[in-house]
């Protein structure tokens, strides 16, 4: 079993829709949760930052943790065609060097 | 500025070649990492500078040789690669309280081996 787990998508979308992106871990011992948005051909931009549970909001894009279940969200409200791109999940540990765990990335076309 | 800055964008090398990537970054960050991505896939972590020691190294082949001359530059001297590690490789920094966490990337460097 993978540490984390990120379905690959493709997700297509309209336009205006509500996305939501989901990854699920299986170490307790994270508590530091990031999104990164991933254009072609770029590096991956930080998106999200989240320390521990509950929810960041950022303009369009809401972050959310779940420690219990082990399950972390993106989601993206009034979603662009600017959005499409792939959506890393990443986390890591508390203390010392921690090295980010990457979920597969999910690709997402919005289109108008 | 959260901005972190790689050079060349893009490189074609050959297999006897030697060539070195380069990257900076001004935002005071002392941790900073060299990865690997190839197509479709997460990046993978290869080298981390911190306080301009290498601390991590993921098991890298020597011909990657990395070199953190200041706190603020970060080089990937390249020698003898093989076509397999043809891929983006990209350079991060983060605050060094946080380790690996919330790096900021940079563009990367689309490298090709011929």
């Known amino acids: 079993q993978k540490e984390v787990e990120q379905d690959p998508g493709p997700l297509s979308v309209p336009e205006g829709a509500i996305v939501s992106l989901n990854c699920t871990y299986s170490n307790s011992a994270f508590q530091y949760f990031m999104w990164y948005r991933q254009y072609s051909r770029k590096g991956p931009e930080l998106l999200m930052y989240?320390?521990?549970?509950g929810n960041k909001e950022d303009g369009r894009f809401t972050a959310q943790v779940d420690k219990s279940s082990k399950y972390i969200s993106l989601f993206i409200r009034d979603s662009q065609p600017s959005d499409s791109a792939t959506y890393l999940c990443a986390m890591g540990g508390s203390g010392g060097y921690n090295k980010l765990i990457f979920g597969a990335g999910t690709r997402l076309a919005v289109h108008p | 500025d959260t901005e972190v800055t790689q050079t060349p964008k893009h490189l074609v090398m050959g297999m006897t070649n030697k060539k070195s990537l380069k990257c900076e970054q001004h935002m005071g960050h002392r941790a900073m990492y060299w990865y690997k991505q190839k197509a479709k896939k997460p990046p993978e972590l290869m080298f981390v500078y911190s306080y301009e020691k290498l601390s991590i190294n993921e098991s890298v082949p020597s011909r990657f040789s990395p070199e953190c001359p200041n706190s603020s530059l970060l080089n990937l001297h390249l020698h003898a690669l093989q076509p397999e590690d043809s891929a983006l490789y990209l350079c991060a920094s983060s605050q060094e309280s946080l380790g690996g966490i919330a790096a900021f990337f940079g563009q990367g460097t689309r490298l090709t081996v011929v």
């Open positions: 989240t320390y521990s549970s």
